[in-house]
């Protein structure tokens, strides 16, 4: 069975290499997890080092980390809907917020807690998802401001995700600008101006954020030590914290081209093959039903991922640098939608490793 190792140490060791370097630049992180998925382990092993807040875009992930014993606080990234304030209130302190009918609903559920839940207003600077129009904020602040039951503490926006837009100097300032003037409106300090994703760090690291932004919400980078935006390593982080490792099921040298009339493969489109000649190929025990084969490229350099069916991953092993045979294991290394997959894959093994005495009771419990 395909399994995915998790390296505890070294996400544990990226925790603390980014608070580091976003510290430098006066900016305090929240370690976000859903990209694991919201693994208790993983989450620890923030906390191990040194998140003091950690972030989930789904509240079952954040229910489940919480019942897993792990005391922090919790930032529910994805706006609440309205049928699930309740919850929201119980189990997150913090949440991303833009509609204020919702804020409203967060409001009385917090207050039949006898709680003051934190509010963080997002503002749309462009990327399309999530968050007010910025002509639209100050009205919106003035009412959220009004609402017993929760305490605005800061704004925030997302870039690079539905449009694509890449964080820059004109529009973190732009966010920057926007907290000042809700500042002056409140008559008080925003507690977090949070300036975006992994996608931010790039920009922080050239020294392009304006000091006003003082918060990001990390996942990636820290999962897979990479920066969103170019793919390229972070200065310090460790890559590879998390590897797919699959079993070599068939090897054997077949031409690159089917043999015969093409028609449609499992999945209904028409595949086109170049002529690569004969190829020695391994066939791994894992398809398009169990990972995100886009997802996933061999760790090792010179081998090649020719193609895929539900159960069947095709490798080009021709130069390979050792000698394969059936039951060799294959690694992987993942993108963010490629370790997504596997963390959601009933089919993929998970194997944490490099574990401390907390962690190990989390794994049994
Ligand atoms: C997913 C998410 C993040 C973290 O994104 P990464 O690319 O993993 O750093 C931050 N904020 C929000 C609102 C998100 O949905």
């Known amino acids: 069975m395909p399994y995915l190792t998790i390296d505890c140490e070294k996400i544990v060791h990226n925790t603390r290499t980014i608070i580091g370097l976003c510290a430098q630049h006066g900016i305090e992180v929240t370690g976000v997890t859903k990209a694991a998925c919201g693994m208790a382990l993983v989450a620890e092993a923030m906390c191990r080092g040194g998140m003091q807040t950690i972030g989930d875009s789904r509240l079952r992930n954040i229910e489940r980390i919480r019942s897993d014993g792990l005391e922090t606080d919790?930032?529910?990234?994805?706006?609440?809907?309205?049928?699930?304030?309740?919850?929201?209130?119980?189990?997150?302190?913090?949440?991303?917020?833009?509609?204020?009918?919702?804020?409203?609903?967060?409001?009385?559920?917090?207050?039949?807690?006898?709680?003051?839940?934190?509010?963080?207003?997002?503002?749309?600077?462009?990327?399309?998802?999530?968050?007010?129009?910025?002509?639209?904020?100050?009205?919106?602040?003035?009412?959220?401001?009004?609402?017993?039951?929760v305490r605005l503490v800061g704004l925030g926006t997302t870039l690079g995700c539905y449009g694509g837009v890449v964080p820059t100097i004109a529009n973190m300032t732009r966010l920057a600008s926007c907290a000042q003037e809700v500042e002056t409106v409140l008559r008080r300090r925003l507690r977090y101006v949070s300036g975006g994703n992994s996608g931010s760090l790039p920009l922080m690291l050239e020294g392009g954020m304006p000091k006003k932004i003082n918060h990001l919400r990390i996942g990636e980078a820290i999962l897979l030590g990479r920066d969103t935006v170019n793919f390229a390593p972070i200065p310090g982080c460790l890559q590879g914290s998390f590897k797919l490792h699959a079993e070599i099921i068939e090897l054997k040298a077949k031409p690159s081209q089917p043999i015969g009339r093409i028609g449609r493969d499992a999945f209904g489109r028409r595949p086109v093959f170049p002529d690569q000649g004969r190829m020695l190929r391994v066939i791994l025990d894992?398809?398009?039903?169990?990972?995100?084969?886009?997802?996933?490229?061999?760790?090792?350099?010179?081998?090649?991922?020719?193609?895929?069916?539900?159960?069947?991953?095709?490798?080009?092993?021709?130069?390979?640098?050792?000698?394969?045979?059936?039951?060799?294991?294959l690694a992987f290394d993942l993108n963010y939608a490629g370790l997504l997959r596997c963390m959601l894959s009933e089919y993929v093994e998970k194997r944490p490793q490099n574990m401390v005495a907390r962690q190990m009771s989390m794994v049994e419990s």
């Open 74 to 149: 919790f930032m529910l990234l994805r706006s609440p809907t309205l049928s699930q304030v309740e919850a929201v209130v119980a189990a997150a302190n913090i949440s991303l917020n833009s509609e204020v009918s919702i804020i409203r609903a967060l409001a009385h559920a917090a207050k039949r807690r006898a709680v003051v839940h934190d509010i963080i207003l997002m503002v749309d600077l462009g990327d399309l998802r999530e968050g007010i129009w910025p002509d639209d904020l100050v009205t919106a602040v003035r009412e959220v401001e009004r609402i017993d039951g």
């Open 286 to 329: 894992m398809g398009r039903a169990d990972i995100d084969v886009e997802g996933i490229v061999p760790e090792t350099p010179r081998l090649k991922v020719v193609g895929a069916s539900s159960d069947h991953l095709i490798v080009d092993v021709t130069h390979a640098p050792s000698r394969l045979q059936p039951g060799d294991t």
